[in-house]
Nanobody
Framework: DVQLQASGGGLVQAGGSLRLSCAASEFAFDDYTIGWFRQAPGKERGGVSYISSSDGSAGYADSVKGRFTISSDNAKNTVYLQMNTLKPEDTAVYYC??????????????????WGQGTLVTVSS
């Protein structure tokens, strides 16, 4: 099975930046999509961003467009989420997830089969 390890969370002031990492132990399939999701207390888990290995395409939730950037280092089996201009409403546990191939709904959690353990991001005002 694919094992994912998310890291890089922490406490940051509003306007600051963090970079999250999602390291995969291995990929048993040639093409995959990695997604970042977040869940704030009392809220549902929602999609933040995704990147596809097949063509490098990426996408973002409207709430993070222009502030977050997803990238991948295939040699390291690692996907990054650079988060800039952070806001208090970005506070959440961030999870990375993987699915085999591509998806028509890559920001939907139900599409993903493999999940990391989550890393907490706290943005203070």
């Amino acid at each position: 099975d694919v094992q994912l390890q998310a890291s890089g969370g922490g406490l940051v002031q509003a306007g600051g930046s963090l970079r999250l990492s999602c390291a995969a132990s291995e990929f048993a399939f040639d093409d995959y999509t990695i997604g970042w999701f977040r869940q704030a207390p009392g809220k549902e888990r929602g999609g933040v961003s995704y990147i596809s290995s097949s063509d490098g395409s990426a996408g973002y939730a409207d709430s993070v467009k222009g502030r977050f950037t997803i990238s991948s280092d295939n040699a390291k089996n690692t996907v990054y989420l650079q988060m800039n201009t952070l806001k208090p409403e970005d506070t959440a546990v961030y999870y990375c997830a993987a699915l085999d191939g591509d998806s028509y709904s890559p920001l939907k959690a139900y599409e993903y089969d493999y999940w990391g353990q989550g890393t907490l991001v706290t943005v203070s005002s």
